[in-house]
């Protein structure tokens, strides 16, 4: 059976990614990072999805990025609330990681070398992301280069490929593929801001882009926000779900 290394942040993005290769017949190899990020709930989300998907083998990496800091991610930078979708699509926000994708790209390279795998996997999105240079098409094949020139594997013949089955979908794309696989979403987690509980905060970008994602797809997200609709004070029976707007504060 062929194998495959899979990023996993427990996201929609590298969950919808994951249940691609294990439907492309890959057997998987999930890898997700405690990087010193706000929160150990995305990697709990990583672990649920890995289980929940029938990944083979699953990692937690830990890797202190904390040390550099520079992000809001990983320092004492408060994460961005509110912020329109024209705001979101335009330039690098601070959540953005420093050089995170080429780290992480790197450390599913050295374990699809001992593994055996040709092929790893990788959720970016150019376009809700579209301000984050790693996540372009450009920095993919550049880094497919390096994983074919620095390896072992790589000058004996094995040919790497880096695979980003959703480097051209819209949120709304995502999700729709998700519920296809019969992705169970609930598992997934987004925002960059939860409560100690988990819950997310419905304002920063991530959950934001997953909202809109959702609205757009016209599915109800099955994760639970902090917030209540404010036209109607309800959480999971809104009757303005399909009217509703990111600012109108109404995320079913
Ligand atoms: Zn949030």
């Given at each position: 059976m062929k194998r495959a290394v899979v990023l996993l942040s427990g996201g929609i993005d590298s969950t919808t990614t994951l249940a691609i290769a294990i439907a492309e017949g890959y057997e998987v190899y999930a890898l997700s990072f405690d990087y010193g990020q706000r929160h150990e709930i995305e990697t709990e989300a990583a672990r649920r999805v890995a289980n929940s998907l029938g990944a083979k083998e699953h990692r937690v990496a830990n890797i202190d990025l904390h040390i550099f800091g520079g992000s809001a991610l990983t320092d004492d930078i408060?994460?961005?609330?509110?912020?329109?979708?024209?705001?979101?699509?335009?330039?690098?926000?601070?959540?953005?990681?420093?050089?995170?994708?080429?780290?992480?790209?790197a450390y599913a390279l050295a374990w699809a070398e001992v593994v055996g795998a040709s092929d790893i996997f990788i959720g970016v999105n150019a376009i809700d992301y579209s301000g984050y240079p790693d996540c372009r098409p450009e920095f993919i094949e550049a880094f497919e280069n390096l994983a074919n020139l620095g390896t072992k594997a790589g000058v004996e013949g094995r040919r790497f490929q880096i695979h980003t089955p959703l480097i051209k979908f819209s949120k709304a794309e995502i999700i729709r593929k998700a519920v296809e696989l019969g992705v169970d979403l609930s598992l997934t987690h987004s925002c960059y801001d939860?409560?100690?509980?988990?819950?997310?905060?419905?304002?920063?970008?991530?959950?934001?882009?997953?909202?809109?994602?959702?609205?757009?797809?016209g599915i109800k997200d099955p994760v639970r926000y902090v917030k209540k609709c404010n036209a109607c004070s309800e959480f999971s029976s809104c009757p303005t779900v399909n009217s509703a707007s990111s600012s109108s504060w109404c995320w079913f």
């Open positions: 408060e994460v961005p609330k509110q912020r329109s979708e024209t705001e979101i699509a335009h330039g690098i926000p601070i959540t953005y990681v420093p050089a995170r994708n080429t780290i992480f790209l939860p409560t100690p509980e988990g819950l997310a905060c419905g304002e920063c970008d991530s959950c934001v882009l997953r909202l809109k994602g959702f609205r757009e797809a």
